[in-house]
Nanobody, 128 residues
Framework: QVQLVESGGGLVQAGGSLRLSCAASGRTFSSSAMAWFRRAPGKEREFVAAITGSGGGTAYADLVKGRFTISRSNTKDTLYLQMNSLKPEDTAVYYC?????????????????????WGQGTQVTVSS
């Protein structure tokens, strides 16, 4: 059974940093795109960042570009999201997602339906 399990969320002051992790099990995603999405209270789930299977290609939403960094370790089957200079508007539940098929970089998957596997989410709260 495929599982994606996020961790690392919490409460942080504005300007602070957090590092999210997503551990995959049940299959390998080393050739597949993975991504982070988030859902703020009262809003739709939105794209945050994506990365290719090899880790050589990345893409970011404009709102987080320059502040967040997505990375992965295929030897550990783990996806990461380093979040710096956090703002109150970054408060959301953050979800890890993965595509079942091999990635097709430079095509970037940024919508919810394009991802086949999802984690349960981890809460990030940024206080002002």
């Amino acid at each position: 059974q495929v599982q994606l399990v996020e961790s690392g969320g919490g409460l942080v002051q504005a300007g602070g940093s957090l590092r999210l992790s997503c551990a995959a099990s049940g299959r390998t995603f080393s050739s597949s795109a993975m991504a982070w999405f988030r859902r703020a209270p009262g809003k739709e789930r939105e794209f945050v960042a994506a990365i290719t299977g090899s880790g050589g290609g990345t893409a970011y939403a404009d709102l987080v570009k320059g502040r967040f960094t997505i990375s992965r370790s295929n030897t550990k089957d783990t996806l990461y999201l380093q979040m710096n200079s956090l703002k109150p508007e970054d408060t959301a539940v953050y979800y890890c997602a993965a595509v079942a098929a091999p990635d097709r970089w430079p095509i970037v998957y940024t919508t919810v339906p394009e991802y086949d596997y999802w984690g349960q989410g981890t809460q990030v709260t940024v206080s002002s």
